[in-house]
């Protein structure tokens, strides 16, 4: 049995984890194994590099918050990705390259394109089979966050011109490989994004 690796993209308060224990559940009921991850910090060196990233104080450059997101995605790749994938499990991972593209990228206004070489190369060329795209106006998701959170991130923190350039570049990268994404309004029900999730994600078990 071949290995699977589907990840969930989208801005913050798209709804991503909760998607993701749903398919998680689902898959285990169709008899795989599952293995989840996050970036930054699907590992113990992860959690580390988490912390600088997300919670550190202070400012950091563009450029170095690249390279940090970069090292934790090489070394998930290598200690806990590949690994996985080689025994046949199904990784579910929240986040992934293309984060690293929209927010560092867009986001941060680097270029796109060396962002995702970077990436690339810290992963070993390593692309999912299925990225899941949960699309929301960053004002909902702002105000989702609103009501989880007494305290936001260093990126959730950012200002609204930030995470529209995140969205618009998410929605740039799944028009450029229709065949990987998978777009699904964010703002419809829980249970009819986690209906049009498994139905496509039978299609590759």
């Not at 200690?79 to 046949?88: D, F, M, S, V």
């Not at 927010?103 to 999912?128: C, F, H, I, K, M």
Request: glycine share 6%; hydrophobic share 40%.
């Amino acid at each position: 049995m071949s290995g699977l690796f589907i990840t969930l993209e989208g801005g913050d308060g798209s709804g991503k984890s909760t998607q993701s224990a749903l398919l998680a559940s689902w898959l285990e009921e169709q008899g795989r194994t599952i293995v989840l991850s996050r970036e930054p910090g699907g590992t113990e060196l992860g959690v580390e590099l988490r912390e600088i990233i997300l919670h550190r104080r202070g400012y950091i450059a563009p450029r170095a918050e690249a390279l940090l997101y970069a090292a934790d995605r090489a070394h998930n790749i290598a200690t806990k990705i590949r690994p996985a994938l080689e025994r046949g499990d199904v990784v579910l991972q929240d986040r992934y390259l293309d984060s690293s593209v929209a927010y560092q990228g867009a986001g941060r206004v680097l270029d796109p394109t060396e962002v995702r070489n970077l990436s690339l190369w810290a992963a070993e060329d390593l692309l999912p089979d299925l990225t899941i795209l949960l699309d929301l106006d960053e004002t909902v998701g702002r105000s989702r966050l609103d009501q989880s959170r007494t305290q936001y991130d260093r990126l959730e923190a950012e200002k609204q011109d930030f995470h529209a350039r995140v969205r618009a570049s998410y929605l740039e990268l799944a028009d450029a490989e229709p065949e990987r994404f998978l777009v699904l309004p964010a703002a419809d029900s829980i249970e009819s994004i986690a209906s049009a999730i498994r139905a496509r994600v039978a299609t590759l078990l």
